[in-house]
């Protein structure tokens, strides 16, 4: 039987009654198993983690979430059979989130007509559809207090269908309305009388509303909950020509409506499909008005032909037929849902479809009940489970909230009689591997690209290669692996340091051989790469390739690896001097000594040594220099020529584009790495890496109103305020000359005026202040939103100054310093204000006019929460619950900003903001490290704060504590010079730009000073003297000098992210049984004291 369950319940129910004594005894037997996935190159198990969330349950459908993040699913209690049951309303709770309920099913509302089909929540309401026969009703009801507590019946819409009726009622939908809070809009099918004839009769409505419906529809009704009892009106045929729409959904950001039906069967043969079951949509801005008509009965796509019959009507934006080679079955669709934004590229934008196939059977029985996924873009869909799954029996509902995909088995055994046979399971995304990470072990290395190779010109999976997820393991897959490739561990090899003069010499040989080396063929390479180092080097205890793992496929050298083994060169100090003293100088500037005495304070320094990125990092603005990107080239290893077979490796041919013709900046750079194993060439290396690095966007991003920003919104005075957008819809009325923003350069706030304007109801949205910055590529990552507002001024009862994270669709949230004295967290949807349990607001009396508050908005792992930092007042700091959100987690893009409104009261107010902060990737991050005086710059105002304090217990972030230990130390130093930048923005400024030739002699000055230095200084510890030059570099005449000295004194930072792979011995570490050093260094405290040195 090909319908879904709504289709054949009347034809099966007497069957079933006489076969349910063989099911119940079966049904003890039955239990759930691991999902099966599909055969898809989009699709990789390893992306997911997959568990029962809850079995043993009574027919289980449709699914919400609610405000604590529990679930709220609806069942139906057998009395013999599904379809004469009661329907109940049960939450289950995973508090431990490991994807299983955590106890059994807390019932919160019994006693509904059974055959509950859909459950849908807003606010404190709950909808309910039962479509028992002759008990087809949606019934409305009132949530508790809490999550946990139970409901309250408040009326029901009734329907009266005439017997023999073919379909009936089965799915809805719902949202808010917009700018009437309160009210919402419910979507519900009446499907159609016949098989495959038009409808004739009507259906009755009564209870909340009356009227007469049409078969083969969908209707809209207006709920207003703004009194005692919901209010039922407006109803209204939104579409015809549906035979049984049985699962819909309105996708959030578009406000479409997409809803699935299911196609005719063939008359007189049942279990064979006569027209395909449709996934449809109608757009939001044709919701009401004209009724689209869909076709129903006259045009239909035909089954497995895919010919369109008939040519009247809406056509659907996918018919599903038979897929693939095997012509695998998926019919009768029932619930459909949006896919989680965070699902891996490939299953994230497009819509989930239940199939329930071949009713009263199940596993390997029932060959028509995959979980089928459509992607959007692609115009393509994939069966996502396997119809031959051997636990499932019929798929019926489909929730996507946050990372995860919940979805109900209404029967595992396939009976309609037995109790206790539904099973609920939740997919839930796992975190994202490194791009080239094929085997998940957390480095990207040659067994990776030993499994791209394996799979070249290939359909797969990322664990097949294809780190793009375009479904194809090709040459832009080798890219990704390229870029992100990781040396073997050869910072714990020791290697004797080349001298100063050695390292000249090897830069110039380098530059010869790499003029030489394009005139080599690739086959006499080898030997050649092997003599140049061991005549050159002292040691070759770091030349060991095959010790590192390296492959040659078939006796050919791999693209971009001779030069790729470099990397590592760039820890000896030596090396960094010559790639220090290349860096450009930023300007000059004067600072007093009097503010500038590090080695004054006393700081302490470990081992002598500073970390080391710091000063190699801030190479990467030589990057925007053509001329360096010239003598980058020159330096580039050849890829084109070569005796490399084009069948195992054409990356050209993949397509790599270069864009206005130049190579991204990582990746001349990526190539080189595996060169770092030849510890002769490392100074070559650190100048080349140096030339090509490109800066990074920066992240946190940081408006400090320190200077105009140029081409973003102007303020008054015609100044870029650093603000790149507004709220959608908002703003429209205002000037290009913002009268409503003020940049005050000294010291650096941006001044804001109310307007008398309100996100709530869409009042004055025209002279709306809601100034953002437009970040795209978010999709589920971390975040921290934050603002420093001084002097605090919201006196009246509707004022509020707020950060705003939006959605392209106008979704909103609030974070606001509100009302005068409270904080409020409000959520606002296309506009409307919208309070259910995600709202939040403290008493009066949260913090006094005049405070000095940093505000801040954070989503971390899912779950948003604001919290505030009274800089005046700490006793009064604190945070909201933090809370899911799915509502806005669904895009990918989000507008971050602030809204400034006087809202209901006359009187316009100021507000000063010190600086405004995102940072993406981390919720811990709403302030800059070092910002002592948090105005958003780290400068000597910050170091005066740390020195004032140096030493001071107790100690307060304020206080220059940067590292939280309550005491002011020279770990805090260390944060703040890490983080210390000069007082211009160099990258506003335009720098000449330094010739190859100045370059050279830039370079060549710089090994001789690194000579001269390391005499001189000889035994001196290193960070003391560092710290008392640093101030130096605001000076350009001393730059050069100032780089080669900090870069000698100056050892590798710990790496980010830090991993133990285990492939090799890590000396100076805990060691195993058989005395290997294990890479752990530590203990946790009064643990292993009876453990040997060798632990066994």
């Not at 309401?125 to 019934?139: D, E, H, K, M, N």
């Not at 689209?292 to 009247?312: H, K, L, S, V």
């Not at 090396?575 to 005495?597: V, Y």
């Not at 069948?647 to 990526?670: L, N, T, Y």
Request: charge should be neutral; aromatic fraction near 8%; glycine fraction near 10%.
């Amino acid at each position: 039987m090909r319908r879904s369950y709504p289709t054949c319940w009347v034809r099966w129910s007497i069957a079933l009654a006489a076969l349910a004594m063989t099911f119940i005894s079966c049904a003890g037997a039955a239990r759930a198993q691991p999902l099966m996935f599909g055969d898809s190159p989009f699709i990789d198990p390893l992306d997911f983690r997959v568990t029962t969330y809850r079995s043993g349950l009574n027919f289980p459908t449709s699914m919400q979430t609610l405000g604590d993040g529990s679930l709220l699913v609806a069942t139906s209690n057998p009395n013999g059979s599904l379809f004469n049951s009661t329907g109940a309303l049960v939450r289950l709770v995973d508090a431990n989130s490991d994807g299983v309920a955590d106890a059994a099913p807390q019932t919160l509302y019994n006693g509904l007509p059974g055959v509950v089909t859909s459950v849908r929540r807003e606010g404190s309401l709950v909808f309910a559809t039962s479509s028992q026969s002759g008990s087809q009703r949606i019934s409305l009801l009132r949530t508790g207090a809490t999550a946990a507590d139970p409901y309250s019946l408040l009326g029901s819409l009734n329907f009266s269908f005439p017997a023999g009726w073919e379909h009936s009622t089965y799915t809805m939908t719902t949202r808010p309305v917009a700018g009437s809070p309160g009210d919402y809009e419910l979507y519900f099918n009446i499907g159609s009388q016949f098989n495959n004839l038009a409808t004739t009769g009507t259906v009755g409505l009564s209870g909340l509303a009356s009227g007469t419906l049409a078969g083969d529809s969908i209707y809209r009704v207006r709920v207003s909950d703004t009194g005692p009892a919901p209010v039922v009106s407006n109803l209204e045929q939104i579409a015809s020509g549906l035979r049984n729409a049985a699962g819909m959904v309105i996708q959030p950001n578009s406000g479409a409506l997409y809803f699935e039906d299911n196609g005719i069967d063939t008359p007189g043969n049942l279990s064979e499909a006569f027209s395909a079951d449709e996934l449809n949509v109608i757009a939001a801005g044709d919701l009401g008005g004209a009724v689209e008509n869909f076709g129903f009965p006259d045009t239909y796509i035909q089954y497995r032909t895919g010919a369109q019959i008939g040519n009247t009507g809406v056509a659907p934006i996918v018919a599903f037929q038979p897929l693939g080679p095997t012509q695998s079955e998926s019919e009768g669709p029932v619930e459909i849902g949006l896919s989680p934004a965070a699902f891996p590229g490939g299953l994230n934008n497009g819509m989930f479809v239940a199939f329930h196939g071949e009713s009263g059977k199940a596993g390997l029985a029932n060959g028509e009940n995959p979980l089928v996924y459509y992607d959007f873009a692609r115009n393509e869909y994939l069966h996502f489970i396997s119809n031959d799954d051997p636990s499932v029996g019929s798929w019926n509902g489909v929730l996507s909230s946050g990372n995860s995909l919940f979805l109900t088995d209404l029967t595992s055994t396939g009976s309609f009689s037995a109790p206790g046979t539904g099973v609920i399971y939740q997919i839930q995304a796992l975190p994202a591997p490194i791009p080239g990470d094929a085997n998940r072990d957390g480095k990207v290395s040659g067994a990776d690209y030993t499994v791209w190779a394996d799979h070249f010109h290939q359909p797969g999976n990322f664990s097949k290669g294809d780190f793009n997820r375009d479904g194809t393991v090709s040459g832009a897959d080798y890219t990704l692996w390229a870029d992100h490739f990781t040396p073997a561990a050869s910072a714990a090899i020791p290697v004797p340091e080349p001298g100063a003069g050695l390292l000249l010499i090897v830069g110039c040989a380098g530059m010869i051989v790499s003029a030489l080396y394009r005139r080599w063929s690739h086959s006499s390479f080898a030997p050649a790469q092997l003599w140049l180092c061991r005549t050159l080097s002292k040691s070759i205890s770091s030349f060991a390739p095959a010790q590192q793992g390296l492959e040659v496929a078939a006796g050919r050298m791999r693209e971009r690896r001779p030069r790729a083994l470099l990397h590592h060169f760039a820890q000896f100090s030596a090396c960094r001097a010559l790639s220090a003293a290349l860096r450009w100088p930023r300007g000059a500037r004067r600072w007093s000594h009097s503010s500038f005495a590090p080695a004054q304070q006393g700081e302490k320094v470990a081992a002598g040594r500073m970390r080391g990125r710091q000063t190699r990092d801030s190479l990467g603005r030589l990057s925007q220099f053509s001329a360096c990107r010239a003598l980058s080239a020159a330096l580039r290893w050849p890829r084109g020529a070569g005796r490399w077979s084009h069948s195992s490796f054409a990356p050209a041919q993949q397509g790599e584009k270069v864009a206005a013709g130049r190579m991204r900046g990582r990746r001349p750079r990526a190539p080189l790495q595996h060169l770092s194993q030849f510890s002769v060439c490392r100074a070559l290396l650190c100048v080349a890496m140096s030339l090509v690095t490109s800066l990074a966007a920066a992240n946190p991003l940081v408006l400090d109103f320190g200077a105009p920003v140029p081409g973003t919104i102007l303020d008054a005075a015609g100044n870029g305020t650093g603000f790149t957008h507004r709220l959608p819809r908002t703003g429209a009325d205002i000037p290009t000359n913002d009268p409503y923003l003020d940049v005050t350069t000294t010291p650096g706030l941006l001044r804001t005026t109310s307007t008398a304007s309100n996100l709530n109801f869409h009042v004055n949205l025209g002279i709306a202040v809601t100034p953002a910055l437009y970040v795209t590529g978010v999709g589920a990552q971390d975040f921290a939103v934050s603002m420093m507002v001084r002097d605090i001024q919201v006196p009246n009862a509707s004022d509020q100054l707020s950060i705003v994270a939006g959605a392209p669709n106008n979704d909103t949230l609030r974070v606001s310093l509100h009302n005068g004295e409270t904080y409020f967290f409000s959520r606002n949807w296309s506009g409307t204000s919208y309070h259910d349990d995600n709202t939040f607001a403290t008493g009066h009396g949260a913090f006094a006019p005049g405070d000095d508050v940093l505000l801040s908005l954070t989503r971390r792992g899912g779950l948003w929460q604001m919290a505030w930092e009274n800089i005046t007042n700490p006793a009064a700091n604190g945070q909201s619950p933090a809370v899911p959100l799915p509502w806005l987690d669904a895009t990918p893009d989000y507008y971050f900003g602030i809204s400034h409104a006087n809202a209901a009261s006359q009187t316009q107010m100021q507000n000063q903001l010190d600086y405004f902060l995102v940072n993406v990737g981390s919720a811990d991050v709403t302030k800059l490290a070092g910002d002592a005086s948090l105005d958003g710059r780290v400068s000597g105002a910050d170091y005066t704060i740390w020195a004032d304090h140096f030493k001071a217990t107790g100690a307060t972030w304020g206080q220059g504590d940067f590292t939280g230990d309550g005491i002011v130390s020279g770990a805090d130093y260390t944060v703040w010079a890490d983080h210390f930048t000069p007082a211009a923005a160099s990258a506003a400024i335009p720098v000449p730009e330094p010739a190859a030739a100045q370059l050279l002699l830039v370079g060549c000055a710089g090994m001789v000073a690194g000579a001269l230095y390391r005499r001189a200084v000889g035994r001196m510890t290193g960070r003391p003297i560092r710290a008392l030059l640093q101030h130096l570099s605001q000076f350009s005449v001393c730059r050069v000098l100032l780089c080669v000295a900090m870069s000698l004194v100056t050892s590798l930072a710990g790496a980010t992210p830090l991993v133990l792979d285990f492939g090799a011995p890590v000396p100076g570490t805990i060691l195993d049984a058989a005395g290997t050093g294990t890479g752990f260094t530590h203990r946790l405290p009064r643990t292993g004291a009876d453990i040997p040195a060798n632990n066994p």
